[in-house]
């Protein structure tokens, strides 16, 4: 009878207890990443950031610390000295290296935010896989390839999930959960609460192409683009009538260029490719046109708009 009641207790115990994250280990240093270190630091976890490329990390670097002070002058109106308490004390939560080796073996959470490429993606966790702690959990921040894709490369599907966060991180309140049939409850309830310590509101959703958010805007995009490829109506007139009649802060076309059409044609290409048939996920003549000179958007100065 003992051995039963130990059993139940075991068991209780693997569903109820969740594990205590307290450091995080960030991969990739671009935009995203650092984003993620930063509101990680101010949330008092120890922040390792990761990139192989020096130059991509001291700009990291550079535009957290830039950031953190101006959330701290912000925060202390007039008072120099708190501000500058507030900011040295967050940094310190913040170390950055080019190599992953050491902070995996200490690590909480994983969470990648390299290159949108499957091959490089598996390579990569099938390294952290042998270097991690069993009760690591890995996610991936990835917008578009699936999670499944990604895990099976690891022996740790139990503890694997998506946790993407929308650009810039620090603003955007949302980071999707996506979990698969193979992640444990204790992983979700652990990343839900995590989430929430970070001042920010989760949703979960299952391992579909694009998960909540953009399962249902890129068709949205491209649908745009499609109505102006066909002369329906102008740009200008389609983001108008979005912006004042569904009362979107920005028009679609004007979106596709603060995303990147680079990313847009990327996550369009690879649903293409994996569901051919479906007019949602259709290439664009448009789109590829734009991408191919260079035009890419926001970040180039020029994509569906000129931007000085």
């Known amino acids: 009878m003992i051995g039963m009641m130990q059993l139940i207790n075991l068991a209780h115990k693997r569903y109820c207890h969740h594990m205590k994250i307290k450091n995080v280990l960030i991969i990739g240093g671009g935009l995203m990443g650092s984003g993620i270190a930063q509101v990680n630091a101010i949330a008092g976890y120890n922040v ?3 990139d192989q490329n020096k130059n ?6 550079e535009r957290v610390l830039k950031n953190i002070s101006k959330l701290a002058l912000k925060k202390y109106t007039g008072d120099s000295v708190k501000a500058n308490i507030f900011c040295k004390e967050k940094m310190e939560y913040l170390t950055f290296i080019e190599s992953h080796d050491q902070a995996a073996k200490k690590s909480d959470l994983i969470i990648e935010a390299i290159v949108e490429n499957i091959e490089n993606k598996q390579k990569l966790f099938a390294n952290l896989d042998q270097l991690a702690p069993k009760q690591t959990i890995f996610t991936s921040n990835t917008s578009s390839l699936p999670i499944k894709d990604i895990a099976r490369v690891t022996n740790r599907e139990e503890n694997f999930a998506g946790l993407h966060f929308f650009n810039p991180v620090p603003i955007m309140k949302l980071v999707e959960i996506i979990y698969l049939d193979s992640t444990s409850k204790e992983t979700i309830k652990t990343l839900t609460d995590y989430v929430k310590s970070l001042d920010k509101h989760s949703v979960r959703c299952k391992d579909t192409p694009g998960f909540i958010v953009n399962h249902l805007l890129i068709p949205y995009l491209i649908q745009a683009v499609q109505m102006y490829e066909r002369g329906d109506a102008s740009k200008e007139d389609i983001d108008s009538a979005m912006k004042l009649g569904a009362g979107y802060p920005m028009g679609p076309f004007e979106l596709l260029d603060f995303i990147g059409l680079d990313t847009t044609k990327f996550i369009l290409d690879g649903w293409h490719k994996k569901f051919p048939n ?4 259709a ?4 789109l590829e046109k734009l991408v191919n000179e260079k035009k890419l958007g926001k970040k180039s100065g020029a994509g569906f708009y000129e931007y000085k």
């Open 48 to 50: 390792t950031l990761v």
């Open 56 to 61: 991509i990390l001291d700009t990291s670097k």
């Open 278 to 281: 479906n007019p949602l996920f």
């Open 283 to 286: 290439k664009s003549k448009i």
